[in-house]
Nanobody, 115 residues
């Protein structure tokens, strides 16, 4: 059974930072890319960026400069480091792994940016 699980969501003040984690089953991690998405209430799911199995990253324009995705192969985990957080970053953040070993989503973790 494939395992994709996000963690690290929290309540954070505007201007703060947060790091999210996405743990993926070892059996698929090395063959797949991992992406981060978010979905705010009443809005469509939005892609933030991803890291390929070759450790190449891509980001949406709004994420560049504030979000950093990194991959730890030894832990089969991908991280999303977020800085200078704004209230509009409030959303459920979801992880997706996709590639030659299938396409799987996690359940998401809540990030709330508020004073």
């Amino acid at each position: 059974q494939v395992h994709v699980e996000e963690s690290g969501g929290d309540l954070v003040q505007p201007g703060g930072s947060l790091r999210l984690s996405c743990a993926v089953s070892e059996t698929i991690f090395s063959g797949n890319a991992v992406g981060w998405y978010r979905q705010a209430p009443g809005k469509q799911r939005e892609w933030n960026g991803h890291v390929t199995r070759e450790d190449v990253t891509e980001y949406t324009e709004s994420a560049k400069g504030r979000f950093t995705i990194s991959r730890d192969t030894a832990k089969s985990t991908v991280y999303l480091q977020m800085t200078s957080l704004k209230p509009e970053d409030t959303a459920v953040y979801l992880c997706r792994t996709f590639g030659r070993r299938g396409d799987y989503w996690g359940q998401g973790t809540q990030v709330t940016v508020s004073s």
